[in-house]
């Protein structure tokens, strides 16, 4: 069974940025459109962006221009970029497949910005 593993999350100011990446196990990852997603407290999970499997990404209009998906399916990893974080984009950040999400859900990795 494919498993998710999120990393890369932590405590960053307002403006700052953070990397984070999801690894999954299973060679169907290369061939799967994958979508990162975020879960704030007391909101419901949202998709944060997109990434076919040839490298096409759509993302959300909250994070558009802040926010970069990218993916090495040599590696099985899915990348996302934060750049000028906001408080407003405190969660944990997920990742699955897009647009239908197929896999368990992992532990996923916190992001919280603050001063």
């Known amino acids: 069974q494919v498993q998710l593993v999120e990393t890369g999350g932590g405590l960053v100011q307002p403006g700052g940025s953070l990397r984070l990446s999801c690894a999954a196990s299973?060679?169907?990852?290369?061939?799967?459109?994958m979508g990162w997603y975020r879960q704030a407290p007391g909101r419901q999970r949202e998709l944060v962006g997109s990434?076919?499997?040839?490298?096409?990404?759509n993302d959300v209009d909250s994070v558009k221009g802040r926010f970069t998906i990218s993916r090495d399916n040599a590696k099985n990893t899915v990348y996302l970029q934060m750049n000028s974080l906001k408080p407003e984009d405190t969660a944990v950040y997920y990742c699955?497949?897009?647009?239908?999400?197929?896999?368990?859900w992992g532990q996923g990795t916190q992001v919280t910005v603050s001063s």
């Open positions: 699955n497949t897009y647009p239908y999400m197929k896999y368990p």
């Open positions: 990434i076919t499997s040839g490298g096409r990404t």
């Open positions: 299973g060679s169907i990852f290369s061939i799967s459109a």
